[in-house]
């Protein structure tokens, strides 16, 4: 059993109101105000977007003329890795202060941690996934393309497979007081729109194909489009029964350092961190 925390129930939201939660629950815990809690949240994306890690340029990665033609949205998350579709999934943020007893420490500690967590409540679910122990093979090297800008093209190791392919991807940010971790559960092949939207010669089906073979989902074993709620009742099977659930709207109290800051760019990547992500 993994100790207490806050689920979140947060629902479903555009790229840049997502990322602006996370990136206001890091600033909160980076305050160190001793009655602020660990939080897990979990949420989705809608309309579907895209998510930039913190690294990335966006004029570099995306053909952002293409992505305003089709009413995509884009973000750049506060934690690192690379692009990600937000399509047919579930995502997770936690983020908790580095000196939290029991979702803080190191990098390795807390990345494990939460993912293991996530990692027990899809097997609650049925979904036969696995822990990597080391880093895959970036997926650029089957088709013999450059390295691929995209999170699902390479499994980092604590991250999670399913039939020896990334199954989730995670990143984690660290201030100087607090952690933020991020990822995506695939539950629908929605991620592979992700080549459409790519600033980079070649083909399109080359990239697709590529990410094809690296990254699966679990939709064999949940079935078509699965309910947030059915996998916030297995996260709350592993937590602890103190665990307080917080639904929707009723979580905005959590966001309470500003809540009516914009979310900008230079603002997702200004201040002291690490960075790890795939």
């Known amino acids: 059993m993994e100790p207490a925390v806050i689920l979140w129930v947060d629902g479903a939201h555009g790229a840049r109101e997502n990322m602006r939660r996370d990136l206001l629950l890091l600033e909160v815990a980076s305050r160190r105000r001793p009655e602020w809690e660990a939080v897990l949240r979990l949420f989705r994306f809608s309309p579907p977007g895209i998510t ?6 966006p004029a570099r990665e995306l053909d952002l003329d293409r992505c305003r033609a089709e009413g995509v949205d884009w973000a750049v998350r506060p934690t ?13 943020s936690i983020t908790a202060a580095s000196d939290d007893p029991a979702w803080g420490g190191g990098l390795s500690v807390a990345y494990e941690r939460g993912s293991r967590l996530v990692l027990e409540s899809l097997r609650r679910l049925g979904v036969p996934a696995v822990l990597a122990r080391r880093s895959g093979i ?3 090297a089957l088709s013999g393309t450059a390295a691929s800008p995209a999170c699902f093209a390479r499994a980092a190791r604590h991250e999670i497979l399913l039939d020896g392919r990334k199954l989730v991807g995670s990143a984690q940010r660290r201030t100087a007081h607090a952690l933020l971790q991020q990822g ?7 991620h592979l729109r992700l080549a459409d939207y790519l600033a980079r010669s070649g083909s399109h089906d080359d990239v697709r194909a590529s990410l094809s073979a690296a990254a699966t989902d679990a939709s064999a074993f949940l079935g078509p489009d699965p309910g947030l709620e059915r996998w916030a009742d297995a996260l709350a099977s592993e937590l602890p029964p103190e665990t307080r659930r917080i639904e929707g709207p009723a979580g905005l109290f959590l966001l309470t350092l500003s809540e009516d800051a914009p979310y900008t760019l230079a603002r ?3 201040g002291p961190d690490h960075l790890h992500g795939g």
């Open 138 to 140: 970036d997926a650029a």
């Open 268 to 270: 997702a990547r200004t």
């Open 52 to 57: 930039l890690g913190r690294s990335q340029d």
């Open 80 to 92: 690192g890795g690379r692009a990600i579709f937000h399509a047919e999934e579930w995502t997770y």
């Open 184 to 190: 995506s559960v695939l539950t629908g092949p929605g």
